[in-house]
């Protein structure tokens, strides 16, 4: 199943909507504060959020004080309960075929999503158009180190160089997801105008661990990866 219609499953999105309900994935403890860590001061900014979801990250960005953040998702069921903000426009768009005007935004985010994307390439390109000079591109995706193994295997790094999709048991059977190395990512930005801004790796404390036990297996191997890069004049 594909990025685009994975959301829009009912089995896939009661799986979801209960993971994030009950704390058990990622995005609190470890995603969320990586992510803001890295992001510029949202104040005067005109904003793309780039699979926004429900909307947690398109309101922190209002909230802080974007003048305008459009939000795109594909998923006609998250948008339905995206969370609603005078300064938040929502547009349900396929990020593959996605087209906007050149130059209208200062900051493009996306949040755990680009892992579903086949074609990487082409929407960097497409962001480098999108953001005004000194834009800035801030993404989180799971990390090359998960995605690698052609068979899933949990803490065992293989297939490493072999880029390209992946099927994955996640609520539901055969979800794709396309492995890239970080070098290839990298270079992608590179080629595209961005230079790279920081690169982070969040993996839990060990209090966070105490905490939820659940978080131990990403003790062993960074689960996520976050790059932040500026768009060159």
């Known amino acids: 199943m594909k990025g685009a219609d994975l959301y829009d499953d009912p089995d896939f999105l009661a799986g979801y909507q209960r993971l ?55 998923s006609a069921a998250m948008l339905a309960t995206a969370v609603r903000h005078p300064r938040i426009r929502y547009r349900q768009s396929d990020l ?9 935004f200062d900051l493009a985010v996306s949040s755990l999503v680009l892992h579903y994307l086949e074609d990487f390439d082409g929407l960097v390109g497409r962001i480098s158009r999108w953001l005004a000079p000194g834009g800035r591109f801030v993404f989180s995706v799971e990390h090359p180190v998960v995605t690698a193994p052609l068979e899933a295997a949990d ?70 990866l976050l790059i932040s890069a500026g768009l060159q004049s």
Request: charged share 30%.
């Open 155 to 224: 803490g065992r790094l293989d297939d490493y160089a072999d880029e390209g999709p992946r099927q994955r048991k996640w609520f539901v059977d055969e979800v794709t997801k396309y492995h890239r190395t970080v070098s290839s990512m990298v270079g992608t930005l590179r080629r595209h105008r961005f230079q790279l801004a920081a690169v982070e790796e969040p993996q839990p404390s060990e209090e966070q661990v105490r905490r939820k036990p659940h978080l131990s297996i990403h003790r062993r191997r960074p689960p996520l």
């Open 96 to 104: 593959a075929t996605l087209e906007l005007t050149p130059e209208s």
């Open 20 to 74: 994030r309900r009950e704390g058990l994935g990622l995005n609190d403890e470890l995603e969320i504060p990586a992510m803001a860590a890295l992001l510029p001061p949202a104040a005067g900014l005109r904003v793309l959020d780039l699979g926004c979801g429900e909307g947690g990250l398109a309101q922190r960005l209002a909230v802080g004080g974007a003048v305008g953040v459009l939000a795109v998702d594909a």
